[in-house]
């Protein structure tokens, strides 16, 4: 399990589904194991949709500097993991293989996501904290006004970092990581 611990207090607790997406989940361990998302900013918050984060840059294109396969069924990976309330799944580019290290948390149901982005956990304790993200004051480009700033995101349990993440594409600097848009249809 993993604890983000925000800077005003507030604190997500999420449990990871390696058996559902085993290379999403190892490289966000990777990525909590190494610090890399303390400090940083949810940087697009859509009431009733997602709060999205994990961007270094906190523009929504930024990322580690690789991007990682995409496990998803239009990826031809079974993933059935529904993007339902409280779910967490990787932000990506128009590309498949895109995603890096910015993911979402379901604020709503999005069943328009589901098998087209990477779902690898869920929520257990603080969707209150999400409610609360989910309802800041956003700019024209859903950033909140004040930034959600993720103190500290850590491991609630045991874990030993594999050094390995497998199919890691090339280097990819600058890439782009969004969320789809809502598809009401």
Known sequence: MVQIEMKDGGKIIIELYPEIAPITVNNFKKLVSEGFYDGLIFHRVMSGFMIQGGDPKGTGTGGPGYTIKGEFSENGIVNDLKHTRGVISMARSDGKDTAGSQFFIMHADTASLD???AAFGKVLEGMDVVDQIAAV????QNKP??????KAVTFLDDYTPVDDISDVSEDVSDI???T???DNS
């Open 145 to 150: 006004t004040k930034d959600q700033i993720m």
């Open 115 to 117: 098998g087209k982005y």
């Open 137 to 140: 004051k956003v700019n024209s």
């Open 180 to 182: 789809a848009s809502e």
């Open 176 to 178: 782009s990581e969004d």
